[in-house]
């Protein structure tokens, strides 16, 4: 069974220090992996996805970037944090076989950026 | 314009009776797929229940039903004999565009807390 695991859990960084929060799933071969960010008691905003290894395409402009250095590891950065970037930041997969193309999703990563 | 609307910003059930969570979408692509997905306090998004826009029946899982109005845009989740670890937020969710395309965008509603009392 396929699963994903996100680290860390909870990040408290001061504003202007850089981030790297990473994403790893097992269980599945070329998945498709998307960076989420949920503000407080809102929906998911979509930040960045990635169809293979080195493909990362944008949804929004900001002081975030993303990498995929390997078939399942997803990594989302940042050089200088910015208060805004506070928020749970969620990983999803899905490998695009027709028909629901389901998103899964990890635990999520709690940053506050004081 | 809001491509999914979740008009309920909080839901309040009693155990063991249903409750219906409202979720209107807007689309003009003909193939697009609607998604409800659970949040509990803990923070996971943990998927529920998947409904094709060619789909002829709705779509049911378990205690989950969604009832897919096509022509009025609307996929409500229902939820049927509610328990207490169902108190949780609720989000739909929709996919624009055919499934096994090499990218497939979620666009998510606000979101419906649910509270069920004992």
């Known amino acids: 069974s396929q699963t994903i695991h996100q680290w860390p859990a909870t990040l408290v960084q001061p504003v202007g220090s850089p981030l790297s929060l990473e994403c790893t799933v097992e269980?599945?071969?070329?998945?498709?992996l998307y960076w989420y960010r949920q503000a407080a008691g809102r929906g998911l905003q979509l930040l960045f996805y990635s169809v293979g290894i080195g493909q990362i395409s944008s949804e929004v402009p900001q002081n975030l970037s993303a990498s995929r250095p390997q078939d399942r590891q997803f990594i989302l950065s940042s050089k200088k944090l910015l208060l805004s970037d506070s928020g749970f930041y969620l990983c999803?997969?899905?490998?695009?076989?027709?028909?629901?193309?389901?998103?899964?999703f990890g635990p999520g990563t709690r940053l506050t950026v004081l | 314009a809001q491509k999914i609307t979740q008009t309920q910003p909080g839901m309040f059930v009693q155990e063991k009776e249903a409750v219906t969570l409202d979720c209107t979408y807007d689309t003009s692509d003909p193939s697009y797929g609607l998604f409800w997905y659970k949040q509990p306090s803990s923070g996971e998004m943990i998927f529920l229940i998947y409904q094709g826009s060619y789909d002829q029946q709705n779509a049911t899982e378990g205690r989950y039903s969604l009832n897919f109005q096509k022509a009025r845009k609307s996929a409500n989740l229902v939820i049927s004999a509610s328990q207490l670890g169902d108190s949780a937020m609720y989000f739909c969710a929709m996919r624009e565009g055919p499934g096994g395309t090499s990218y497939g965008k979620l666009t998510f509603g606000q979101g419906t807390i649910l509270t069920v009392h004992p």
């Open positions: 999803a997969w899905s490998v695009p076989r027709g028909g629901a193309d389901t998103q899964y």
């Open positions: 269980g599945t071969s070329n998945p498709n």
